[in-house]
């Protein structure tokens, strides 16, 4: 067999194609010293939730309250599901009211009045999941 030979653009580009695959792997020194985002997690069961449809538009919000922030009363034409990320925050549905500290939720039903607030010195932090049926997210209702 007679010798094969590559071609010189060959012997070229071989070095720097690994020269940048062993860029991408391995870290800059920058990069190393970063600390990832600080990333909260939650596991609040909602039970008997049901979608407005086989498809469905779901819409998350997060919304802060600074210590002794209080919302406006809103009315949700569809349910909400409610869980607090951080601090403590009072919701009121309807005449009950409940204090959810950080990790806990609960699902506020389609026609409850809504008030939430924060009465403790912290700031506190929420996230609410709504469930809408396709086209409608323009309903979802922003607490001031």
Do not use: C, W
């Not at 600080?38 to 210590?67: E, H, M, Y």
């Not at 939430?116 to 997210?137: D, H, I, Q, Y």
């Amino acid at each position: 067999m007679a010798n094969q030979r590559r071609p010189p653009f060959i012997k070229r580009v071989l070095p720097l194609a690994a020269l940048l695959l062993l860029a991408a792997v391995l870290p800059l020194g920058s990069a190393v010293a970063q600390q990832p985002p600080q990333q909260t997690s939650f596991n609040v069961p909602f039970r008997s939730v049901a979608t407005p449809g086989a498809t469905f538009d779901l819409v998350q919000s997060v919304i802060d309250f600074n210590a002794g922030a209080k919302a406006t009363t809103n009315t949700a034409s569809v349910p909400n599901y409610l869980t607090v990320l951080e601090g403590e925050l009072t919701v009121q549905i309807g005449d009950k009211s409940e204090s959810l500290a950080k990790g806990k939720g609960l699902a506020v039903p389609a026609g409850a009045a809504l008030t939430m607030s924060n009465t403790s010195p912290a700031k506190a932090r929420l996230f609410v999941s709504t469930l809408l049926p396709v086209g409608e997210v323009a309903s979802v209702p922003q607490p001031t």
